[in-house]
T-cell receptor, first 114, second 115 residues
Framework: DAKTTQPPSMDCAEGRAANLPCNHSTISGNEYVYWYRQIHSQGPQYIIHGLKNNETNEMASLIITEDRKSSTLILPHATLRDTAVYYCIVRPYPIYNQGGKLIFGQGTELSVKP | EPEVTQTPSHQVTQMGQEVILRCVPISNHLYFYWYRQILGQKVEFLVSFYNNEISEKSEIFDDQFSVERPDGSNFTLKIRSTKLEDSAMYFC?????????????FGQGTRLTVV
């Protein structure tokens, strides 16, 4: 699986957009970009994933560059509850009978401040 | 909203004892996983399980670990003879594996303390 690079920590003001970058310059054509977060040692929580198009759901938006070598997770209006470690994970779409393990890195520790 | 449930939330055991960590995955999911997180470290993949057999396992998942889906709802992780270094949070996860939906949903974890 392709390696990802994320800044170790970021701050964001409450109510502002949080933009979390991820570099995955060695991504291959069949690999998706997934984002999860972990709030204070709780179980990781799925946020969003994408292949090459930008994606949006009720939690966040995912912007993937045209060359797919980097992406940005956007939390449009960060709240204090969004304080967490955010993980960018790259992996192939799992083939039949393989669920698709997730390889977690250190992630970005996002602190949302009042 | 359906969720993965894990019991107990915290287990303390003596070194050398067997422990069983229990999980109830989301009911229509097909893939099941165990991960662990040693305090202050990364979340690590242990094993994935599909169609009543292990589909993939990591180097951590050695002979002292086993998994089982004893009935249609539970998914268990057994550690046969616990060591101090097995102390960690253990997370169960499941995923639907429907077309286009492969995201994993995690439980809140069991904190295992080996003394």
């Amino acid at each position: 699986d392709a390696k990802t690079t994320q800044p170790p920590s970021m701050d964001c003001a409450e109510g502002r957009a949080a933009n979390l970058p991820c570099n995955h310059s060695t991504i291959s054509g069949n690999e998706y970009v997934y984002w999860y977060r972990q709030i204070h040692s709780q179980g990781p929580q799925y946020i969003i994933h994408g292949l090459k198009n930008n994606e949006t759901n009720e939690m966040a938006s995912l912007i993937i560059t045209e060359d797919r070598k980097s992406s940005t997770l956007i939390l449009p209006h960060a709240t204090l509850r969004d304080t967490a470690v955010y993980y960018c994970i790259v992996r192939p779409y799992p083939i039949y009978n393989q669920g698709g393990k997730l390889i977690f890195g250190q992630g970005t520790e996002l602190s949302v401040k009042p | 909203e359906p969720e993965v449930t894990q019991t107990p939330s915290h287990q303390v055991t003596q070194m050398g004892q067997e422990v069983i960590l229990r999980c109830v995955p989301i009911s229509n999911h097909l893939y099941f996983y165990w991960y662990r997180q040693i305090l202050g470290q990364k979340v690590e993949f242990l094993v994935s399980f599909y169609n009543n057999e292990i589909s993939e396992k990591s180097e951590i998942f050695d002979d002292q670990f086993s998994v089982e889906r004893p009935d249609g709802s539970n998914f268990t992780l057994k550690i046969r003879s616990t060591k101090l270094e097995d102390s960690a949070m253990y997370f169960c996860a499941s995923s639907p594996r429907d077309r286009g939906r492969v995201e994993a949903f995690f439980g809140q974890g069991t904190r295992l303390t080996v003394v």
